[in-house]
């Protein structure tokens, strides 16, 4: 599906949650989680072949094949809070909005502290 047919499909959900908004509001949430979900069902079709290009020019390039998924996983960490967080907020839950962007980031600093140790090392051997 190009870009297209996910403008397309996204227009449709915003207007099927507006229209559930107004008739009957508790639904509006799952309905907008629905359209979000079938949106990044066709992104990660195309992202995986973008993924994996990445990859092998990581490869080509030298770099370790663990630090290159680590930032793969960040990346994927951060598109999913991000999307938890923004679906938080149009429910009017600000603060658990909140806590899911705290929880990413926390998240991604874990997921980095192999690298992070890796650069403290390599600065210490050089000092």
């Not at 030298?62 to 967080?85: H, M, N, R």
């Amino acid at each position: 599906m190009d870009i297209f047919g996910i403008a397309a499909l996204a227009c449709v959900g915003c207007v099927t949650v507006a229209l559930v908004k107004k008739y009957a509001p508790e639904y509006a949430v799952m309905v907008e989680a629905a359209g979000i979900a079938a949106v990044l069902f066709f992104s990660v079709s195309q992202l995986s072949e973008v993924f994996g290009q990445l990859g092998r020019a990581a490869e080509s390039a030298g770099a370790s094949a663990e630090y290159t998924s680590l930032l793969f996983k960040a990346l994927g960490i951060s598109v999913v809070g991000a999307l938890a967080s923004d679906v938080c907020k149009d429910g009017g839950s600000s603060a658990l909005s909140t806590a899911v962007d705290m929880f990413s980031k926390a998240a991604i600093l874990v997921l980095a502290l192999p690298m992070i140790k890796a650069v403290f090392a390599l600065a210490a051997a050089y000092l």
